[in-house]
C-alpha cells in the first residue's frame, strides 16, 4: 500500500472544522489503496477543543509529533482573552484597544505568513529522515495555518517528492488578511510566498471554484476542487425542536452580521403573536459582540439562546433538531469563494437551510443545487420575510420538511476517492 505524508496544524483533541477535513480523508484513504502518515504539532495551542473527536482517529495509522512554539502563548500572559481571539481568526473592528491595535500589528508584520512560522524548519529537518524511513514519495499540507505549505516547500525542494497543497481557504484574499495592519513590504511578502507556494507545488487542491479561478491567475499548476463534506447519518429517532426554532451551528465573527434578517425577525415577533410565541433563534459557538450587540439592538435579545461550544456530537444533534438552519458569511466579494465544512452536515441533516450571503456565493450555489433551502443577499427583505412565514405556516402545520437531493457525492469517502484520484 502506497505511503503519503499528510501535515495538518488541527488535529485532534482540536475542535472546530478545520480538524475535520483531514480526520476523514485519513479516515477512508486506506479503502482506495494509499496508507496516510500524519504529521502534527506535539504541544499545540488549539483555541478549541472537542476531545470526542480523538476516538475519530483510525486504529492504526501513524502520527509523527514535534514541538512548536508558538507567540500566542506569551501573548496570554498579557491578555488571554485578546490572543485567544485573535488566533481563532476573530478580529473585532470596532473599538480596538491600543494592546490590541499592537497585538494585531505584531502578529500581521513579524509572522509571516502566521503564528505557527517558528515550526517550519524544526519540521523540515525532522520530516527528512522520516520521509527516507517511511519510504514516503509524496506529501500533502493543508492549510491555513498557511505556513505549513512552507514546510511542503522546503521538503520539495530537498528531494524528489511529489507535493499536493491543499487550502481549506485562501491566503491573501481570506477575510481576515485585511484586518492584520500590514505593511506594504509585509504585503509583498505574503504575496511572494503564496505565488512560489502556487508554483512550486506538483497539484494545488481547493474547496470552492472560486478559489480555483484566483489561483489560476497566480499558476498553471493543475488545480483540483474537493469540497468538504459530511460524514454523518441521521438518526431517524431524533424528535424536532416543539419550538420554531433557527439555529446557527458555528463561530458568527465580526461581519457575518445580516441586519436583515435581524430586522425580518424583529418584525414578525411584533406582528404576529403565534411566531412570538415560538420563536428561538440559538447561536451555537463564538458571537462577536458587535453582531450580538445588532441582534439585541432589534429587540431580539429575549428570543437568542446562546451556547459557547458544543462537542462535533452534539453540534450534529442540534443541527438534527432544528427546525430551520441558518448560514450566514460576511457581505463581500472574497468571500464568495467560502463554503463553510458546516454546509454539508446541514445538508445530511435534511432541515431547510436558510442562507444569508454576498452574492455569486459558492455555498449558495451548493444549497440551490441540492435544493436545500433558500439564499439570500444582505440587502433582500420582502421575499425573506415570506420565506420565513411559509415555513412557520408549515411548522404550525407539522409539515415543515425539505426535500434536498443529490447530496451523495458530498459524502466524505466520495470525496476521499476524488483524492486518492489525484495522488
Request: contains cysteine; hydrophobic residues 40%.
Amino acid at each position: 500500500m502506497r505511503k503519503v505524508l499528510v501535515i495538518t496544524y488541527y488535529w485532534p483533541p482540536a475542535g472546530g472544522p478545520g480538524v475535520q477535513r483531514w480526520l476523514k480523508f485519513v479516515k477512508y484513504l486506506r479503502d482506495f489503496g494509499i496508507d496516510p502518515v500524519v504529521y502534527v504539532p506535539e504541544n499545540p495551542n488549539y483555541p478549541i477543543k472537542d476531545s470526542s473527536l480523538i476516538d475519530e482517529i483510525p486504529v492504526g495509522v501513524k502520527i509523527y509529533t514535534h514541538a512548536i512554539r508558538e507567540p500566542y502563548r506569551l501573548a496570554s500572559f498579557v491578555s488571554s482573552n485578546k490572543a485567544r481571539r485573535i488566533s481563532s481568526g476573530i478580529i473585532q473592528t470596532k473599538n480596538q484597544s491600543v494592546l490590541e491595535k499592537a497585538m494585531l500589528w505584531v502578529r500581521g508584520n513579524f509572522f509571516i505568513p502566521d503564528a505557527r512560522k517558528n515550526w517550519v524548519k524544526p519540521s523540515i529537518n525532522y520530516l527528512t529522515e522520516i520521509i527516507a524511513t517511511e519510504a514516503i514519495d509524496t506529501l500533502i499540507t493543508t492549510g491555513p495555518p498557511h505556513s505549513l505549505h512552507l514546510i511542503g516547500l522546503g521538503l520539495k525542494q530537498s528531494g524528489q517528492l511529489k507535493w499536493v497543497a491543499d487550502f481549506r481557504d485562501p491566503w491573501t484574499t481570506i477575510g481576515y488578511h485585511k484586518k492584520l495592519k500590514l505593511t506594504n513590504s509585509s504585503k509583498k511578502r505574503h504575496k511572494q510566498l503564496e505565488r512560489q507556494v502556487l508554483n512550486d507545488a506538483d497539484a494545488i487542491v481547493v474547496t470552492s471554484s472560486t478559489t480555483k479561478k484566483e489561483f489560476q491567475r497566480l499558476t498553471s499548476v493543475p488545480i483540483h476542487v474537493i469540497t468538504n463534506g459530511y460524514d454523518v447519518e441521521v438518526n431517524q429517532s431524533t424528535e424536532l425542536d416543539t419550538k420554531f426554532t433557527i439555529s446557527h451551528i458555528g463561530s458568527l465573527l465580526t461581519g457575518r452580521n445580516p441586519d436583515n434578517l435581524w430586522a425580518v425577525l424583529s418584525q414578525l415577533t411584533q406582528e404576529n403573536e403565534a411566531f412570538k410565541n415560538v420563536f428561538e433563534l440559538h447561536l451555537t459557538g463564538v458571537v462577536s459582540k458587535d453582531v450580538l450587540d445588532n441582534i439585541y439592538g432589534h429587540g431580539l435579545e429575549p428570543y437568542v439562546h446562546l451556547v459557547a461550544y458544543l462537542s462535533h456530537d452534539a453540534a450534529v444533534k442540534r443541527q438534527q433538531e432544528s427546525q430551520v438552519l441558518l448560514l450566514v458569511e460576511i457581505n463581500s466579494p472574497e468571500t464568495a469563494g467560502i463554503i463553510p465544512g458546516k454546509v454539508f452536515e446541514y445538508l445530511a441533516a435534511k432541515r431547510p437551510i436558510l442562507a444569508i450571503g454576498p452574492k455569486e456565493w459558492d455555498a449558495g450555489d451548493v444549497i440551490n443545487e441540492c435544493k436545500a433551502g433558500y439564499v439570500f443577499d444582505y440587502q433582500n427583505r420582502e421575499e425573506l420575510k415570506n420565506v420565513l412565514l411559509g415555513w412557520f405556516t408549515a411548522y404550525q402545520n407539522g409539515e415543515l420538511q425539505i426535500a434536498s437531493q443529490n447530496i451523495e457525492k458530498y459524502s466524505r469517502k466520495a470525496l476521499t476517492n476524488k483524492l486518492a484520484e489525484i495522488l
